[in-house]
């Protein structure tokens, strides 16, 4: 009996070992990313409307827009993304942090209409590169599933009005779509759970 009891506790500690070893590393946080903690949150999670939410996105759009950042091509009101120090090994890691993130986007206010009339319209322009209703990405495009209302509105706000440069593809999105329609589709983004 007691040999039986070691034998099952044996393959029960190696079946955890096996386990652990197949689980994700989540990356440290680099010594950079206590700086971003202070608007983005420690875990990616922002406490301010008007700034995103880090948490789960892939990383390679993070580099990219801290690339931006720093060369001016991406308007920014927060000193830290301009900082020309910061090394480019830096910011992946600062990202790998970040798009290993787990933590879960809060809910907020949306408006139930706008969110349903957006539907369509984001199938027709949106689901192609921003997938499972902005929970998937063609890894071109960063995930907008969950982001804040308010920062989504902003970022529509600076793309129609030239202040942010349309990625690739994102003119084709935007042509002829009303002042209304990227309300809605905003409100839509927001309204989906991560």
């Known amino acids: 009996m007691i040999r039986h009891h070691l034998v099952l ?20 946080a680099p010594p950079s990313a206590a700086a971003c903690a202070e608007c983005h949150g420690a875990n990616g999670v922002a406490g301010a409307a008007s700034v995103p939410h880090l ?15 720093r060369a001016g091509k991406r308007p920014s009101s927060a000193p830290v993304h301009t ?13 790998r942090f970040y798009g290993a993130q787990r933590a879960q986007r809060p809910a907020q206010p949306v408006d139930e209409a706008k969110v349903s009339a957006a539907a369509a319209v984001y199938e027709r322009r949106c689901a192609k590169c ?35 440069k349309f990625p ?27």
Do not use: C
Not at 10 to 25: H, M
Not at 83 to 93: F, I
Not at 184 to 192: C, G, I, K, P
């Open 168 to 194: 690739f593809l994102m003119d084709e999105a935007y042509q002829g779509l009303t002042a209304d329609d990227l309300d809605r589709l905003s409100h839509y983004f927001a309204s989906q759970k991560q």
């Open 55 to 69: 948490n789960g996105q892939i990383p390679d759009n993070i580099v990219e827009a801290l690339e931006q950042f």
């Open 9 to 28: 506790a044996a393959a029960l500690l190696a079946s955890s070992a096996a386990l652990a070893a197949k689980a994700p590393k989540i990356p440290v």
């Open 130 to 164: 921003h997938l499972e209703g902005g929970r998937e990405s063609d890894h071109e495009a960063p995930l907008l599933a969950g982001q804040s209302l308010e920062y989504l509105q902003a970022q529509t706000a600076a793309f129609v009005s030239g202040k942010r």
């Open 83 to 95: 900082n020309p120090d910061l090394p480019s090994p830096e910011m992946e890691a600062l990202a």
